[in-house]
Structure formats: structure tokens, C-alpha cells
């Protein structure tokens, strides 16, 4: 057998059936690229020698193999049946609450429960520990298969590259292993008015206060997945 790091989390402990999901008769007709995909990794990427260094002891060629088939099954079959209704229906808010699109919570819940956003981090923290490379490209599968879903790991991931090379210990153990394992989510906060994708015009920032807090100043206009 395949030896995963969480072998209990690696695959989907949940399901959604395109077919019946709310809102999502229409099926899609994505396929992952998977073959490219492959080829990318071990004729570019030389995914063989990222396996070799002490870091990876424990994954092979054919643990990366099947984390890219169960990424693919993933996006193909409950991903990107749902691109469709997150365009159509798209996520509201009302009284404070913000409801995603038919669907999207499930989808959610199968790939939090099957351990997907802890792909390349710490295992100490809930993660797989796998190279980045692998996680990368199950990344561009989720992306493909529907951006609107996919944005939300992506933006939490960075949060924790953040906080695993800027946070304090407390940080670290307050909230990593909560967004490693998907249980919590990151945002990214980033166009203000004078400023959407320049970032040189931003006009935000954070200043350290004598008890050891932090003083934020500025305006956003817009929070990517988060209200």
C-alpha cells in the first residue's frame, strides 16, 4: 500500500453527488489534466530528486501519484460541477450571516475532512508534509475546476506561510493547526480605494504599541472571502 502521512485524511471522508447536490443538475464537463500534469513534475520539476531529500523520507512516487489522482477525482467530480452555480447563485449576505452557493459547504466540509489543505505543511500541525510541488499542482487542479471555491485554501495557506514564518509561539499555537487543517479559513485584505492590485499605493499599516499589541490604520474596501 501507499504510506500517507495521515492515512486516515488523505481521501475524502465525505462526498457530493453533482447529480443530486442543490442547484447542480448541470454537470461539468472539466477534466483534470492529470497527464500534464505528471509530465510538468517529473520532466521539469524533477519531482524524483524532491523526493530524495531527507524532508520527503516517507513519500514515494507512488504516495505523489495517488495525492494527484484523489486531487483529480476531487476537482472533476465535486469541484467543478459547482463552478456553474457559484457564478449564478453566488454567496449573500444578510444579518451578518454570508451563505455560500448551493453546494459550496459540502464541498467544503469533503475537502477539509479529507486533510487537503494540510498538503505541504508541518504534520505537527495537522499537515501531510508533502513538497510543494505536489501541493502546487493539486492547487492549479481546484483552480481550474473552480476559482470561486478554490480561492478560499489558497488565501488560508498564505496565511499560514505568514504565521509559520512571522508569528510568535503563541500565535502559532493558537491558530495553526486550525487553518492547517482547514477548520479555520483565511481572508486576504488587500484593495483599498486608492488601491486595488497596485500594491505600492497601499496606505495601510500596522505599528507595534507599548503592551505588545498592534495599532492598525487605513481603509479595505474589500475582503476577499471573508465579510
Given at each position: ?36 500534469i ?39 467530480g ?25 453546494g ?60 509559520g ?33 497596485d ?13 505588545g ?15
Open positions: 500500500g501507499v504510506a500517507f502521512h495521515r492515512r486516515d485524511s488523505i481521501l475524502p471522508n465525505q462526498s457530493v453527488n453533482p447529480k443530486t447536490a442543490k442547484g447542480s443538475a448541470i454537470m461539468s464537463a472539466y477534466q483534470a489534466p492529470l497527464k500534464d505528471r509530465f510538468t513534475l517529473n520532466q521539469i520539476c524533477d519531482l524524483e530528486a524532491v523526493l530524495s531529500l531527507p524532508a520527503f523520507a516517507d513519500t514515494d512516487g507512488e504516495t505523489a501519484e495517488a495525492v494527484l489522482a484523489e486531487a483529480g477525482r476531487l476537482a472533476q465535486i469541484l467543478a460541477p459547482l463552478n456553474r452555480q457559484g457564478d449564478t447563485q453566488g454567496s449573500t449576505l444578510a444579518n451578518g450571516v454570508v451563505t455560500t452557493p448551493d459550496f459547504r459540502e464541498a467544503y466540509a469533503a475537502f477539509r475532512d479529507g486533510g487537503w489543505n494540510g498538503i505541504p505543511f508541518d504534520p505537527d500541525y495537522g499537515g501531510m508534509g508533502l513538497p510543494l510541488s505536489i501541493a502546487n499542482a493539486c492547487a492549479e487542479l481546484w483552480n481550474s475546476a473552480n476559482m470561486g471555491f478554490a480561492l478560499c485554501p489558497m488565501l488560508t495557506q498564505g496565511a499560514i506561510d505568514a504565521i514564518a512571522h508569528g510568535s509561539a503563541a500565535l502559532k499555537q493558537t491558530y495553526l493547526e486550525n487553518l492547517v487543517t482547514g477548520h479555520w479559513t483565511g481572508t486576504m485584505n488587500l484593495t483599498e480605494p486608492q488601491a486595488g492590485s500594491v505600492g499605493a497601499l496606505r495601510s499599516r500596522a505599528e507595534p504599541a507599548a503592551d499589541s498592534w495599532r492598525i490604520k487605513g481603509q479595505k474596501i474589500f475582503i476577499t472571502y471573508g465579510e
